[in-house]
């Protein structure tokens, strides 16, 4: 993915420089990123409407950064799929964490749960304000994760302990099998499949 770029012509080694380059233009964009946030946050305080704001703020895909050797997210690994993910909810303790393991399809009835709507059936995730107001409470027993490379698809669960992923060409059609513990190995770096 990385030499999809229009900058970093197909085949470039990766150098010092590459790489220098690349972090440097990551975390240019994460700063750009915040720096708009807050400038959000100050308009909806100056209008007098921040406390009864739902904010969510949450990433698609982690980039690994040269972890395992891989530089983007063309892997369905703990980094990729490790997203952030902020919710303020008014009326909601603040700076609270939770390590439990969530899904970004329950970001759609979260918001409807705290705008006070019914969530449509056909959605699948499930509201994480219970999550917001514990956050030590127990969850979901594992995350699923889903990653398209061609025609290949990865398909990923993750437990408090474990993550496996299958990746298929077409159903039943096995191209690899992952399984990591990350209690043993917290770098995902053995694949004991």
Known sequence: ELFGYSDIPSGTELTDDLIRRSMHGYYACVSYADAQLGRLIDALKK??????????????????????????KGVCWETTNHVPLLLKVPGAKKGQRSSALVELLDIYPTLCDAAGLKTPEHCEGKSLLPLVEAPGRAWSEFAGSQFRKGNVIARSIRTDRY?????????????????????????GNVNLA
């Open 47 to 72: 209008a007098g409407v921040y406390e009864n704001t739902i904010i969510v703020l949450c990433g698609d895909n982690g980039y690994h950064h040269g972890n395992n050797g891989v530089w983007t």
């Open 163 to 187: 993550r496996f992923t299958l990746w298929e060409k077409g159903w039943g059609h096995i191209e690899g099998i992952e399984l990591y513990d990350y209690i043993n190995d917290p770098e």
